[in-house]
Nanobody, 122 residues
């Protein structure tokens, strides 16, 4: 059973950057599409970004396009989310997920991390 552990969250002022990491254990991510989702207080969890197993395809929600970059290192068994120009609206718990294809749908993902809190203040 693969386990995913996120790190890198924190408290940051608007306009600054954070880099989230997701480390896998108990399995290899090389054959999985990977994604980041987030859940803001009082809202449903939403898709943020995904990446194909090869890294050749990346997909983003419109609200983060141009500010966030998803990447992966199959050798390091990890996936990353570089978040630049952060806004208060980006405040949420960020979750890493592994699945069969780089979909925007939660149902496509089989493994989930516990999440890491990102708080952006103005």
């Amino acid at each position: 059973q693969m386990q995913l552990v996120e790190s890198g969250g924190g408290l940051v002022q608007a306009g600054n950057s954070l880099r989230l990491s997701c480390a896998a254990s108990g399995g290899r991510i090389a054959s999985y599409a990977m994604a980041w989702f987030r859940q803001a207080p009082g809202k449903e969890r939403e898709f943020v970004a995904s990446i194909s197993w090869s890294g050749g395809g990346t997909y983003y929600v419109d609200s983060v396009q141009g500010r966030f970059t998803i990447s992966r290192s199959n050798a390091q068994n990890s996936v990353y989310l570089q978040m630049n120009s952060l806004k208060p609206d980006d405040t949420a718990v960020y979750y890493c997920a592994a699945g069969r294809r780089p979909s925007r749908a939660e149902s496509e993902y089989d493994y989930w991390g516990q999440g890491t809190q990102v708080t952006v203040f103005s």
